[in-house]
């Protein structure tokens, strides 16, 4: 293959942590975790609003409140943990 067409051609990273947070990198660093802070931040604030429905303005039994957060944000996390293992794996196939 040719090296101009392949965009990883670079040598692993020696010191992966001093590249990140010691370079030229560190702003983006910075800028993906605030966005990462932010998607918790929507996610859990998410949630806890949709507790607080069910125990004040809907009046349901504590326990079933429980199974239907837990029904209900189940299928989002599995969803998240694929994408992070496609990512993952995306990433050790350019390696």
């Not at 101009?4 to 040598?11: C, G, I, S």
């Not at 030229?24 to 949709?50: D, H, M, P, T």
């Amino acid at each position: 293959m040719d090296a101009r067409l392949h965009p990883y051609t670079t040598a692993p990273a020696t010191n992966p942590w001093r590249e990140a947070f010691v370079s030229s990198n560190f702003k983006y660093v910075v800028i993906a975790s605030v966005v990462v802070l932010g998607q918790g931040c929507v996610w859990y604030s998410g949630q806890f609003w949709a507790l607080f429905y069910l125990q004040s303005v809907n009046p349901i039994a504590l326990p079933a409140i429980m199974f239907l957060i837990a029904i209900f944000v189940m299928p989002e996390t599995r969803k998240h943990s694929i994408w992070e293992e496609g990512a993952i794996e995306a990433s050790r196939s350019r390696a």
